[in-house]
């Protein structure tokens, strides 16, 4: 979203792009809840389809639940697709046990700072990856499932450095049924 561009010059952009054939739908990528409502109402104006919002949504990371994203998606029928899902490898068990040479923190500083495995961090995914256990799934599985199974999230788009990763990952699906003191202890822990 660029706060500088009236919402109908980007909206128009987009409706071009479609028009002249080289693309059959569009998504939005990190709108608030407000703005998602007028660039959508703008898009129906133009006939546009549009179907999805690309934003980021983890355990850890809930500023989609609190801008009114996730609401008015699920009101106006669009989609979410998650990114960083999660949280840059740190909902997984990546750093359980101190910072590994291969991982992201120490071969990619940009998006995942040392400074950001403090102590408490680590304690949270320490019993994150109890409850996990108990589910009889990785910590990286429990994490996607616990955002797929919501109904406004259509897919979650997982980042790997290894195959093995992304073997993982996809058994998320094969469970995304939480019970309610699950739901309750992943709220607890996650949020404090
Ligand atoms: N629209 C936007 O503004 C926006 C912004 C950011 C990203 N994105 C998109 O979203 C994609 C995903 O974002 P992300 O890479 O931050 O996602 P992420 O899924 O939160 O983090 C991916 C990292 O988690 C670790 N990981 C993945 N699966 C694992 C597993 N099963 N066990 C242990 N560790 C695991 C890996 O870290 P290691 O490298 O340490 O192994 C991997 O590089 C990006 O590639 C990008 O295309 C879009």
């Known amino acids: 979203m660029d706060p500088a561009t009236p919402l109908e010059e980007t909206m128009g952009a987009l409706a071009q792009i479609v028009a002249s054939g080289k693309a059959l739908y569009v998504g939005l990528s990190n709108y608030d809840g407000k703005t998602l409502e007028q660039a959508a109402a703008i898009l129906d104006e133009m006939h546009v389809p549009?179907?999805?919002?690309?934003?980021?949504?983890?355990?850890?990371?809930?500023?989609?639940?609190?801008?009114?994203?996730k609401e008015a998606s699920g009101a106006l029928g669009k989609g979410i697709i998650c990114f960083s899902p999660l949280?840059?490898?740190?909902?997984?068990?990546?750093?359980?046990?101190?910072?590994?040479?291969?991982?992201r923190v120490r071969t990619d500083g940009r998006f995942l700072q040392e400074s950001r495995i403090d102590k408490p961090t680590i304690e949270k995914i320490q019993k994150l990856n109890e409850i996990a256990k108990g589910r009889?799934?990785?910590l990286a599985?429990?994490?996607?499932?616990?955002?797929?199974?919501e109904d406004v999230v259509t897919s979650v788009l997982a980042g790997a450095s290894k195959p093995e990763q992304i073997l993982d990952n996809i058994k998320a699906v094969e469970n995304v049924t939480f019970t309610q003191d699950e739901l309750e202890a992943i709220e607890q822990i996650s949020m404090e």
Not at 56 to 64: A, G, K, L, Q, S
Request: aromatic share 10%; proline share 2%.
């Open 136 to 138: 009889g799934q990785t």
């Open 87 to 103: 949280a840059q490898g740190m909902l997984s068990n990546r750093y359980l046990h101190g910072i590994p040479e291969d991982s």
């Open 50 to 69: 549009f179907i999805i919002n690309q934003n980021r949504y983890n355990m850890f990371d809930r500023e989609i639940e609190k801008n009114g994203l």
């Open 141 to 149: 599985e429990m994490a996607l499932s616990w955002l797929l199974k």
